[in-house]
Every structure is written in C-alpha cells, then in structure tokens.
T-cell receptor
Framework: NAGVTQTPKFQVLKTGQSMTLQCAQD?????MSWYRQDPGMGLRLIHY???????DQGEVPNGYNVSRSTTEDFPLRLLSAAPSQTSVYFC????????????FGDGTRLSIL | SQKIEQNSEALNIQEGKTATLTCNYT??????LQWYRQDPGRGPVFLLL?????KEKRKERLKVTFDTTLKQSLFHITASQPADSATYLC??????????FGTGTRLQVFP
C-alpha cells in the first residue's frame, strides 16, 4: 500500500495561473480532505468529500475547487493563483469520516509569485 | 469560536527525561482528541486518540490524558530519545463535525 500520494511535491506558479494538485489513496477510504498549513497556524480545512460524487466546503474554500469522480482520487484546483495561496497543502483520508484517525500525504509545497 | 491551543514555544529536553506537551480547547466540548506527529517536510502521522470518557490512554512510551474539567489534554513521552524530536499536533472535532488542529508544539530532545 502506498497510502496517500500527492503530486507534485513542489510547484512555483505565477499570479493568475491555474493548476491542479493531485491526491490519490489506495486504501479504499470514503472520506478525503484537503488542508493548507501556514507558519504559526494550524492545519486549516479547505474542502472535503465523504464519498465519490459528494464534496463540501471547509473553513477556507475560497479560490479552490474540488471534485470526486472516483473513490481513489480527490484533486484540488486553484482557479487563479494568488500570493496568499502560497502554502503547504496536505491531502488526508480516513475510512468513513473526520471522527477517525486521518492518513496524510507528504504535502505539496506551492509558491505563488 | 472553537479553538485548540498548543504552546507555540519549542520544548527542549534531555534524552531520558519525560516530555509533556499541552493541548487546551475553548468554547466547545470535544468528544475526543487526537494526537499526531509531524516531521519536517512530511505529513502528520496519527499517534493516539482519547475519548472524553477515557482519563488516560497509553501506547508504548506514549501516554495521553484528557481532563474535561480543565479542558485540557496532556501528551507524555517517557524515556525520550533524540528520534522523538518532531512537532506534535493535537486535533478534535468541532461542533461542525470538522477536524480542528492546533498549531503544534516542536519537541527537541538532545543527547
């Protein structure tokens, strides 16, 4: 089992560009989520999904889109990158929900110039 | 608003001693707390979960307590080793059923 795999590991974008951060898990988990981690702040929830075809907003959803067409994949899209979106992004999964231990990927480090 | 607070200052201790990290929560009553370890450049890794009706939980050298009166959880590492050096995060479900994380406390164990 690879667990939760995130790609790319590093990315530099220019303001206004769009991109997709990939997240895949091979544990057949229903629940998947995206967090961003900034210095001095805890992990903040961006979007989450309780199963294929179902997504919902977290604490800081503005500027991000998600979709969940399969159980395995949960991509995060930045529509028009802004410097405030410079952060480390983590994808996580768990069998059925947020009340269970989360399995995290190793993150994507994103810089917006 | 619901908050989880951890000491942002790094904790430096000598190898062999017990490290104690604190997690305080305000404006809600979580049914449980989770603890994670995060190494530089890596994602958090789950360590322990303690429920509100459990006073204490142990796993090898790790011990977690949950005091609903003080609104606090303590995380202990006994016989600490340099390999225990990392950032430790606590988390719990808020009233909106979303996981809330603290900012983490960095532990440095020196020989």
């Amino acid at each position: 089992n690879a667990g939760v795999t995130q790609t790319p590991k590093f990315q530099v974008l220019k303001t206004g560009q769009s991109m997709t951060l990939q997240c895949a898990q091979d544990m057949n988990h229903e629940y998947m989520s995206w967090y961003r981690q900034d210095p001095g702040m805890g992990l903040r929830l961006i979007h989450y999904s309780v199963g294929a075809g179902i997504t919902d907003q977290g604490e800081v959803p503005n500027g991000y889109n998600v979709s969940r067409s399969t159980t395995e994949d949960f991509p995060l899209r930045l529509l028009s990158a802004a410097p405030s979106q410079t952060s480390v992004y983590f994808c996580a999964s768990s069998p059925t929900g947020s009340n269970q231990p989360q399995h995290f990927g190793d993150g994507t480090r994103l810089s917006i110039l | 608003s619901q908050k989880i607070e951890q000491n942002s200052e790094a904790l430096n201790i000598q190898e062999g001693k017990t490290a104690t990290l604190t997690c305080n929560y305000t404006n809600y009553s979580p049914a449980y707390l989770q603890w994670y370890r995060q190494d530089p450049g890596r994602g958090p890794v789950f360590l322990l979960l303690i429920r509100e009706n459990e006073k204490e939980k142990r796993k090898e050298r790790l011990k977690v307590t949950f005091d609903t009166t003080l609104k606090q959880s303590l995380f202990h590492i006994t016989a600490s080793q340099p390999a225990d050096s990392a950032t430790y995060l606590c988390a719990s479900l808020g009233n909106t059923d979303k996981l809330i994380f603290g900012t983490g406390t960095r532990l440095q164990v020196f020989p």
